[in-house]
């Protein structure tokens, strides 16, 4: 995908693989042997599957808040998947303790998801103001019906496990990525 840190959800079939795909930042597909990746380096990446459909989606903040994930659930349903049926693999992203963000974040994700939402994910820790990403992910699949029990997640954060993950805060080289891929 042409990442672009967005909430668009492309579909993709047997001609678009070893394409780029357009600016986007999540995709889908029902046919098999169609492999999706998806570029993180702090961002959540989201791999979501039920027996017929896939998809891949760079969920980072941006993207999170104009609802990445729900879009993804939407399309993977509109191809034929059942929303209690999806699992989701939640990858390694940065945790809250590092993710310091600036009051027009806060900002941005009241105006989009409310107070309530914000104030759950977005708060003080140590004189400033961090976020939980994979937190407001997390809410979000859960509150379009996807169960808890078809959720897993990878707790560790990229910053905190320099030496495993990329980090696009922490590392030397911010074109450094990291690849989840799916097939079916």
Known sequence: M???????VRYVTEADVGTVIPECDGIVTDRENVPLSVKTADCVPLLMWDDN???AVHAGWRGTISL???????M???YGAISENI???????????HYEVQEDFYNAVESALGTEFCDMFVRSY??????????MNLKLLADNGI???????CP?????????????????NKNEVMRSVIVR
């Open 87 to 97: 699992n989701v693999a939640v990858g390694a992203s940065i945790c809250f303790a």
């Open 53 to 55: 459909v896939i998809s």
């Open 68 to 74: 990445i994930a729900v879009n993804a659930i939407d």
């Open 76 to 78: 993977m349903i509109k």
């Open 126 to 135: 140590k004189d400033e103001i961090h976020a939980d990403v994979k937190g």
């Open 156 to 172: 560790d954060c990229t910053l905190c496990n320099i030496d495993k993950y990329y980090s696009y805060r922490g590392g030397k």
């Open 147 to 153: 169960k808890s029990g078809n959720i897993k997640v």
């Open 2 to 8: 042409n990442q672009i840190h967005s909430n668009i």
